[in-house]
């Protein structure tokens, strides 16, 4: 990949000082900001305001990193869409577009592969190959709104890769993502799931920021959990749900857990129990998910009665449940569905 910077991951603070040391105003670095984060402009060239001399001097110092849209999918089931993303060193990367009537939601990458090992998991399938920079995840927004020619209203990092594992690009993410001069995105209105990376959920209370933080459960018991989910080994249940209360203390957003239902393996009595035993105390809610089947694991996927009588064992433990419709079922556009896409066929 190119080593120079890349402009569209830079800070309106990051762009103003570079252009202050090419001998140029502070309000420059505001208009290329506007122009790679609210215009959503990839060509340098298109930069009407600039001097030739003051574009040959950029592009002396860096480049503007431009995603491609490789391919679309739509769902037949409902308005999903999923895309397949190209980034400039072709590797491929998928996003998904959810459409809610009331709001519209783009599920975004956050690394090209997983190293984390979840085993229900297609996004973890394929090597871990890098993180994602700050603007390969903005590019996925941009992408798909003018792709559809319409607003994003909400995102959440929840497809390929932990967020938090990648834990400096993506707070530069989010403070483009919120920046007035650019996308102006409430961070109330951004969602980041992670597995557990507890000393990152302390980092992340510690910046203070409104957005909604989601625990990758879909175990209770600290074995069982451990089976299908590595990450268990080096953070414990119990550590995972310390740092949910120091996150909430802090920042005094309710935290989420999602709990992937997986037939006959984690939806009995015990484990509603042990749920209610282990989230004692805490301002939560439990985000119940249908297994997405994939091929690599042998796991049934519950029909929707089964689901239903889960969320009522949740209920009757004085539990906080809600189901989570399935979107993009027949574009494998679902929930731990995800893959590095076209594993860098052209590359």
Do not use: W
Request: aromatic residues 10%; positive net charge; proline residues 2%.
């Amino acid at each position: 990949m190119d080593k120079r910077l890349e402009f569209n991951s830079m800070t309106l603070v990051e762009l103003q000082e570079l252009f202050l040391t090419l001998g140029e105003k502070k309000y420059r670095a505001e208009q290329f900001f506007r122009f790679l984060h609210a215009q959503k402009n990839f060509e340098i060239e298109n930069l009407k305001q600039f001097s030739n001399t003051l574009i040959e001097k950029l592009k002396n110092e860096g480049f503007i990193n431009k995603s491609t849209i490789y391919k679309r999918y739509e769902s037949k089931i409902d308005n999903t869409k999923k895309y397949l993303i190209r980034l400039e060193d072709n590797r491929i990367i998928e996003t998904v577009f959810m459409d809610y009537k009331t709001y519209t939601t783009v599920c975004i990458s956050s690394q090209v592969g997983c190293r984390m090992g979840c085993s229900f998991c297609a996004s973890t399938k394929e090597n871990f190959k890098r993180n994602l920079t700050a603007c390969e995840m903005l590019n996925q927004i941009y992408l798909i709104e003018k792709d559809l020619n319409l607003k994003i209203t909400n995102v959440v990092i929840m497809g390929i890769g932990e967020p938090l594992d990648n834990y400096d690009n993506v707070l530069k993410f989010l403070n483009i993502l919120n920046d007035e001069r650019g996308k102006n995105l409430s961070l109330r209105n951004v969602t980041i799931s992670t597995c557990g990376l507890v000393d990152n959920i302390y980092k992340l209370a510690k910046e203070n920021l409104p957005i909604t933080l989601t625990i990758s459960l879909h175990n209770p018991f600290q074995k069982e959990r451990s089976e299908i989910m590595p990450i268990s080994n080096k953070y414990s249940i119990e550590e995972i749900i310390k740092a949910c209360k120091f996150y909430f203390e802090k920042t005094k957003r309710r935290v989420s857990f999602e709990y992937t239902i997986i037939k006959g393996q984690n939806d009995s009595q015990k484990h509603a129990k042990e749920l209610k035993r282990v989230l004692k105390d805490l301002n939560c809610h439990i985000n119940i998910i249908p297994l997405n089947e994939i091929k690599e694991f042998d796991g049934i996927s519950p029909d929707t009665k089964y689901i239903y009588i889960f969320k009522e064992k949740l209920k009757k433990l004085s539990l906080n449940a809600t189901i989570r419709k399935k979107q993009g079922i027949d574009i494998n556009g679902a929930c731990g569905q995800l893959r590095q896409g076209v594993i860098e066929q052209e590359s």
